[in-house]
């Protein structure tokens, strides 16, 4: 595995030579680690469902992997352009639709 570094912003993380987006460091620890149980338990669910063949298995893994990293704010508007209600409205609204 290769090198892991924060960009000089903080924005983003360099992993390997390629630059993923950070997630929020205003996230409660709590709600991240919740946040990653799912989008954990989802990318196995993603495996399972193409093991399986079930394409529509994996659609709906895949769209909670989706929620589980906007919540995170790894994808979605970028959290660094967003005041802190709107970081936590979208972080809330991740965890309730992927603690139903």
Not at 51 to 79: C, F, I, N, S
Not at 84 to 91: E, G
């Amino acid at each position: 595995m290769g090198d892991t570094a924060r960009s000089d912003d903080g924005h983003h993380l360099l992993i390997g030579g390629r630059r993923w987006r950070a997630s929020d460091p205003e996230l409660p620890e709590e709600v991240r680690r919740r946040l990653v149980h799912h989008l954990m338990g989802a990318r196995r669910a993603v495996g399972a469902a193409r093991r399986a063949g079930d394409r529509e298995g994996e659609r709906q893994a895949r769209a909670r992997v989706h929620t589980a990293k906007t919540g995170l704010g790894e994808r979605g508007a970028p959290w660094w352009e967003q005041p802190l209600p709107d970081r936590r409205a979208r972080w809330e609204r991740a965890l309730r639709a992927l603690d139903t």
